[in-house]
């Protein structure tokens, strides 16, 4: 069975200041996808990123990157420089090859940026 | 180039009422999913459907729900005979195939959520 962790329940941190959220997933496939969500609080799902289990590059958008290391079954995402629009949940998410998107999602960080 | 639409977006029943939430896909999307959020918590997968087709309701309480996406027209989730325990939001994605290993995004594209309330 899937699992994704997200242990930081919520974070504050002052406008300019970087933060990474933490994600750890359980998976028994070799073959996967992990995703990272947002959800400002207007409550709708923005789409972030997805990973191939395959492919460890690191990544960076912008303000934002993200850290995967199977070793660790992690996946990280940095914002560095914190906006206040940055202030939603997160979430991060997990799906295996099965052939479609049934993805299991972390309970989310809700992220708190402070002006 | 319309997104995933719900509706209603908020919906207030009384315990007991049947509760229909609707979901048109993304144009040229044939794979539909319901996720269920309760009140400070992660989404939960309940149901994937293809047209005129449930993939897999693992997901689904094994009573009072159920979901349909006809040939023509939005997706449904049914709710019969609700309880205080089903106000959440719930959430209705759609993608235009299945995952492939390369070649798109694998996003899954969501809409804005039906939220719930029973009162």
């Known amino acids: 069975a899937q699992k994704v962790t997200q242990a930081q329940t919520e974070i504050s941190v002052v406008e300019k200041e970087d933060v990474t959220l933490d994600c750890v997933y359980e998976?028994?496939?070799?073959?996967?996808?992990l995703f990272w969500y947002k959800q400002p609080p207007s409550g709708e799902l923005v789409f972030l990123i997805r990973?191939?289990?395959?492919?460890?590059q690191n990544e960076i958008s912008g303000r934002y990157s993200w850290n995967f290391q199977k070793s660790t079954s992690s996946f990280n995402f940095t914002i560095t420089a914190s906006q206040v629009v940055d202030s939603a949940v997160y979430f991060c998410a997990l799906s295996e090859s099965g052939g479609y998107q049934k993805v299991t999602f972390g309970t989310g960080t809700k992220l708190q940026v402070i002006p | 180039n319309a997104g995933v639409m719900q509706n209603p977006r908020h919906l207030v029943r009384r315990r007991g009422q049947e509760a229909r939430l609707r979901c048109s896909p993304m144009?040229?999307?044939?794979?539909v999913y319901w996720y269920r959020q309760l009140p400070e918590e992660g989404l939960k997968f309940m149901v994937y459907?293809?047209?005129?087709?449930?993939?897999?309701e693992s997901g689904m309480p094994k009573e009072r729900f159920s979901a349909e996406f006809p040939k023509e027209g939005p997706s449904i989730l049914r709710i019969q005979q609700v309880v205080r325990g089903d106000s959440a939001a719930y959430f209705c994605a759609s993608s235009p195939q299945r995952i492939r290993l390369a070649g798109d995004t694998g996003e899954l594209f969501f809409g804005e959520g039906s939220r719930l309330t029973v009162l």
């Open positions: 144009k040229g999307h044939s794979h």
């Open positions: 459907l293809q047209k005129e087709n449930i993939i897999d």
């Open positions: 990973r191939n289990s395959f492919d460890e």
């Open positions: 998976t028994r496939d070799t073959t996967y996808y």
